[in-house]
């Protein structure tokens, strides 16, 4: 190193004899210097990339959240640290450097405390983060009933009757052997569908063969209308009571889509929440009437929750935000959800004159009146409209 740092001083000497040893000897050092900096440059750049690399591998790791968090903040204070250091040099733009660690360490606590308030308590209590996306959500499912009930003929909420309303309860029994059949169509000229863009999501691209139409509208064959909730709005005895099916509903969660779009299930019945993707999920409930959660869901994970109060919900995963499924509490059995088909059927209803409601995620609720002879069909085609 000596000699070499000779043989340089010699040639430049030579070349600039003009020049003072002490000139020639600062220029000899700094030029030195810059070389280790360049070279350290290099360095942090490589492990920079490397802990990269690290932090992408960790997000598959079936860990439990505090040490996922944990290990998060490891990764990223090791890479803060690296380019802290690696530019304290710079004398004349340390306060500037400073300045940007303490934003730094500002938004990162602001990140860990938006992800920790994201997680519902161990108790089951909504946290703050889910409080607020309980109120949006909240808000637009009244903006979806308001939007329904503007349209009805004659049909409003119990307790609330319009003089014009003349529904009477004429069911006596709970149930009986009355049938209601038959297909929701849509009326008039279909609007564009978009894409769901997962360019973010590759494996869940790939599993579609490109990006999948939004289910906010699905239409089959002859314009059939899928996800569609038809349930009994009015009509039982206030008296009847329905015990819950000891059946398990599922919500699956596959090529980055909640399957299916719209469930409903019978107070007092469970959902499993499923996870059959090719990556995380993590299922975030915007229930009010039921405790709301937010919980990571791995590959092949599940989670089962019970739901003992009517209400009408959807669930969304934050990680991929054009996940979006719809869950209706019905407090009894007579209900259903219609596939492509548009076909439903609502059996065992007792003689009487009932309320249906139908359901639309966009288009809020319509309803129309039918009449039921117990142990006898009755056949319908309701056919929805944007307007009607």
């Not at 942090?44 to 996922?68: E, K, N, R």
């Not at 309860?169 to 049938?179: K, L």
């Not at 039921?290 to 003992?308: I, P, Q, R």
Request: proline share 4%; with cysteine.
């Amino acid at each position: 190193m000596t000699t070499n740092r000779n043989k340089e001083f010699e040639y430049l000497k030579a070349r600039h004899p003009e020049i003072t040893d002490e000139t020639i000897n600062a220029f000899i050092d700094d030029k030195t210097h810059d070389h280790v900096h360049v070279k350290s440059y290099v360095f942090v750049f490589l492990a920079l990339g490397v802990l990269t690399v690290v932090t992408v591998a960790a997000s598959y790791l079936d860990i439990p959240f505090s040490v996922a968090i944990f290990l998060g903040l490891l990764i990223a204070s090791v890479k803060a640290s690296l380019v802290a250091l690696i530019f304290m040099h710079l004398n004349d733009e340390r306060k500037v450097i400073y300045g940007f660690l303490g934003l730094t360490v500002l938004f990162f606590t602001v990140m860990i405390f938006l992800t920790l308030t994201g997680e519902a308590n161990t108790l089951g209590e909504p946290s703050i983060a889910v409080q607020m996306a309980n109120d949006e959500a909240i808000a637009k499912i009244k903006e979806s009933d308001h939007h329904g009930d503007a349209h009805d003929d004659g049909a409003h909420d119990d307790g609330a009757h319009d003089d014009g309303d003349t529904f009477q309860v004429t069911a006596i029994q709970a149930s009986g052997d009355g049938i209601v059949r038959g297909k929701v169509v849509w009326s008039g000229p279909v609007p564009k569908i978009k894409d769901v863009d997962m360019g973010s999501a590759p494996g869940c691209f790939d599993i579609h063969g490109g990006n999948p139409k939004s289910e906010t509208l699905v239409l089959g064959d002859d314009d059939a209308l899928a996800n569609i909730l038809v349930r009994v709005r009015r009509g039982l005895p206030s008296t009847a009571s329905y015990t819950a099916p000891s059946s398990v509903a599922e919500i699956d969660q596959y090529g980055c889509v909640y399957k299916p779009h719209v469930l409903a299930i019978q107070k007092g019945q469970s959902i499993n929440y499923k996870n059959s993707d090719v990556v995380p999920h993590n299922v975030h409930t915007l229930s009010e009437a039921n405790s709301a959660f937010n919980k990571a869901v791995n590959m092949g994970g599940a989670l089962e929750y019970t739901y003992d109060t009517e209400e009408l919900f959807f669930v969304k995963c934050d990680i991929h935000p054009w996940m979006k499924a719809w869950v209706h509490v019905v407090d009894h059995p007579f209900f259903t959800v219609t596939k492509e088909d548009g076909q439903f059927e609502i059996a065992g209803l007792p003689d009487g004159q009932f309320e249906l409601e139908f359901w639309h995620e966009r288009m809020g609720t319509r309803h129309q009146i039918v009449t039921v002879a117990d142990g006898q069909l009755t056949e319908l085609e309701y056919r929805f409209t944007k307007d009607n």
